[in-house]
């Protein structure tokens, strides 16, 4: 998708939507579970972002990527998904709802049984901080500079936790 | 950095699991919930701590200047403009006040931070009322400053102020005349605290907000209860008005209406998709 077919939308069509989601939606479920480890709370989370960037396709300013963009969402809502202690929903009417309560260690069988190879098993390992650094840097090949808008954070900090994470990585895959 | 990349780096092009796990039935799941009307949101983002009083502070800010014809608001001559077709992001220099009625998001932005001495805000979304009258929404969040009025520990927590601008035509230019604020707290969990006859709790379906600029009331806030996808307002003669729901890419949800200043006696309800009350003013 062209970086400047959504710069000047006031709306977004269907159609956009249908070809953000094909083009980003499995890069941005692997960024909401990078961080959450979670598989319900992804799928959530993904459906949340694009709900959002249905809704608010003006928030995209155009000096960032596309993909820039979606991830810094994805982020944001990511953290505020993890930030609950846990997520209960209590209504009115008897609408079922959703439960994370999936233990940690039911996500760590299914990273073990299910990583598609030895080095993301290793990633999962990592802390939270670390492991998204290493993600938008590695999978998603982006620059140090677009990962610090990402994150909100300085450049200086997110080499920092680059080498960090790499140093890390090194030491989990010679345990193994 | 300088280093070249270790060879793992490769084996972290894939995804990162052998399943595809955004499958096409999710694809379109996402897609239907993002094209229906409202918002649906699956689950709630939120942590229910207790069952919340919600609070509807009204306050009444009357400060005499040129205003908008009564008769003009009283026909709900509240034009929403929808957003500029270009998003400049062209910085002004402070002597460079824009002379044009129809300024862009980042215009507006810049405008309501020029009196801003914390961090920035960011504008959630502006209205028109009439031609010479612009409301913008807003919101700012920052690290408590401070010596805590009350002993307690606030480490961690940030203040999240929302406000909304008046902003009239005046001499060739748009000229803030008036604003309103109210502020609440996120601890360090996310959970949104609010102050309920002096006492804090934790607000988990809506943050309502209530003030008057001119002959105008507001009602603006935060929704924290997914199931709910719409707020009506309903003043003291059964006229009902949607409020604006505003999705953020800071992962919240706010909202905002505007109405003529009929004198009180509003009613704020927060409905689900199905139009059922899940709040409501006691």
């Known amino acids: 998708m062209r970086h400047d077919s959504l710069q000047h939308l006031t709306e977004m069509d269907p159609l956009t939507l249908e070809n953000l989601i094909a083009q980003y939606g499995q890069e941005v479920w692997n960024f909401a579970y990078a961080i959450t480890k979670n598989r319900s709370m992804s799928d959530d989370i993904t459906q949340d972002v694009f709900i959002q960037v249905y809704r608010h396709v003006t928030s995209f300013r155009g000096e960032a990527s596309i993909k820039t963009w979606l991830m810094r969402i994805t982020r944001n809502i990511s953290y505020n998904y993890r930030n609950s202690a846990f997520v209960r929903k209590v209504l009115l009417i008897g609408v079922v709802s959703n439960d994370y309560s999936h233990s940690a260690a039911a996500e760590q069988s299914y990273i073990e049984k299910e990583a598609a190879n030895h080095v993301w098993k290793q990633v999962f390992k990592l802390p939270t901080k670390l492991r998204e650094v290493i993600v938008l840097h590695a999978k998603y090949q982006l620059s140090l500079q677009e990962i610090a808008a990402i994150l909100n954070i300085p450049e200086g900090t997110v080499k920092s936790r680059l080498f960090s994470a790499r140093k890390k990585m090194s030491a989990l895959m010679k345990e193994d | ?282």
């Open chain 2, 1 to 282: 950095m300088s280093q070249p990349n270790p060879e793992w780096y490769d084996a972290l092009q894939t995804n990162p699991f052998k399943e595809t796990t955004f499958t096409d039935q999710l694809a379109y799941k996402v897609k239907r919930n993002a094209l229906a009307p409202g918002r649906n949101r699956s689950v709630p983002h939120r942590l229910a701590f207790i069952s919340a009083a919600i609070i509807c502070v009204l306050g009444i800010m009357l400060i005499v200047s040129e205003r908008e014809s009564v008769t003009a608001i009283l026909k709900g001559d509240f034009t929403s403009i929808s957003k500029p077709n270009t998003l400049s992001s062209r910085i002004m220099k402070t002597d460079q006040v824009p002379t044009e009625r129809a300024l862009t998001d980042s215009d507006w932005e810049q405008l309501i931070n020029e009196r801003e001495t914390l961090s920035h805000r960011d504008m959630l979304y502006k209205q028109s009322v009439g031609d010479n009258v612009t409301l913008v929404f807003s919101r700012r969040i920052n690290d408590i400053q401070g010596t805590p009025v009350v002993n307690r520990n606030t480490d961690g927590h940030q203040a999240i102020t929302l406000a909304v601008d008046y902003f009239e035509w005046n001499h060739q230019r748009w000229e803030w005349s008036q604003g309103v604020t109210y502020s609440l707290q996120r601890d360090r969990t996310g959970a949104l605290i609010v102050l309920d006859h002096n006492k804090e709790i934790a607000e988990e379906r809506l943050v309502k907000a209530g003030s008057g600029v001119a002959d105008i009331s507001l009602f603006y806030g935060m929704v924290v209860d997914p199931s709910i996808t719409q707020i009506r307002i309903t003043d003291n003669q059964q006229v009902q008005q949607q409020a604006v729901i505003i999705p953020y890419e800071d992962g919240y949800t706010y909202w905002f209406a505007a109405k003529p200043n009929l004198g009180d006696g509003y009613q704020v309800e927060g409905l689900d998709a199905a139009g059922n009350a899940v709040t409501t003013d006691d």
